[in-house]
């Protein structure tokens, strides 16, 4: 059953009880109602975007929360194979009549959803009315039961990664102590927040040498924003500079699965952990995973 709340007494569409069951899930306790939206975004590339999208996801499977992650960044798309397996069809071929969603969305090893998005904005926004409704419509079927959504969004400032941000209810910037790294987040965090009136941003330190170094990147960044963006920047973690990740990698798998004693893999739980509760602090007002969708593929744009 989807639970309303005040946020969606604007919303025309609403969607229905009781749909079928959520196909292949692993049984799990339901610890919240509508599913949050956290977008894993970075104003540079190479930050590791894709391995805390997939980490966290594991990191959230393995405590049997029912995941899914949508890949937004199909230029590289290496989501499915760190998460090891091989989809089909993109939503571009659902729009297109070519296969139904549920053919397109796969699940992994570990129950963890995988829906490869389109590889742009225009093929979302240029829907009819009638796609837009089949979308929306197969969506929810498959969505109600999840937990938690996390989307790979690319990194940058161009259209296509600002609009799935903006459409996610969290917002959460990987960021890196190469300088590049803070420039490009701060320049991210700008644009979202004059452009997309964006206020909430989570920073997650990777590759750091230890909590110490992610205390230093985040309290410049937020120093920063704060003068000049007017805008507070909510600090939700970090993750250490891993050689373990590295060879996990290489052989195609999340450092969570590949070895869980390994400083990163129990970072990425401690993170999992922390979503989770601000999730569950703070999800309820402002939306949720079919909310998302509604605005990702009716091109409404975020506000809160
Ligand atoms: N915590 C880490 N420790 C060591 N290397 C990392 C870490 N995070 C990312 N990397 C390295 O950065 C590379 C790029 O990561 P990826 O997740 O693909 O970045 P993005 O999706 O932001 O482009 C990884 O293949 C890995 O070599
Ligand atoms: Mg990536």
Not at 28 to 42: D, N
Not at 251 to 257: G, I, N, Q, W, Y
Not at 267 to 277: D, I, K, N, S, W
Request: charged share 20%.
């Amino acid at each position: 059953m989807i639970e309303t709340t005040a946020t969606f007494d604007n919303l025309e569409w609403m969607p229905e009880p009781n749909r079928k069951p959520f196909p292949a899930a692993p049984a799990a306790a339901k610890v919240l109602g509508p599913a949050p939206v956290f977008a894993i975004t970075s104003g540079k590339g190479g930050v590791g975007k894709t391995n805390v999208t997939a980490n966290l996801a594991a990191a959230l499977a393995l405590k049997n929360r029912r995941v899914m992650v949508i890949d937004a960044d199909l230029g590289l798309a290496n989501l499915d194979l760190l998460l090891g397996v091989r989809p089909t069809y993109t939503l571009a071929d659902f729009f297109a009549g070519a296969a139904p969603l549920d053919e397109i969305i796969v699940t992994n090893r570990h129950g963890i959803l995988l829906l490869p998005g389109a590889s742009g904005v225009q093929e979302m926004t240029s829907l009819s009315s009638d796609q837009k409704a089949a979308l929306l419509t197969e969506l929810d079927a498959i969505t109600h039961e999840l937990d938690i959504a996390l989307v790979d969004t690319g990194s940058g400032i161009s259209d296509a990664v600002t609009y799935f941000t903006a459409a996610a209810q969290e917002i959460v910037v990987v960021v890196t102590p190469e300088p590049a790294s803070m420039t490009d987040a701060y320049a991210l965090v700008k644009v979202l927040a004059l452009a997309h009136r964006q206020k909430r941003f989570w920073i997650l330190a990777n590759s750091v040498s230890g909590e110490a170094e992610a205390r230093r990147l985040f309290d410049a960044l937020s120093r920063t924003a704060l003068c000049f963006l007017n805008v507070a920047l909510d600090y939700l973690g970090w993750i250490p500079r891993d050689p373990r990740l590295v060879r996990a990698v290489a052989r195609s798998r999340m450092v969570v699965e590949d070895a869980g004693d390994a400083p990163s893999a129990q970072a990425f739980v401690a993170v999992a952990e922390r979503l989770m509760q601000t999730a569950a602090g703070g999800v309820a007002v402002k939306g949720n995973l079919q909310f998302f969708l509604r605005r990702m593929v009716a091109g409404e744009r975020g506000g809160r």
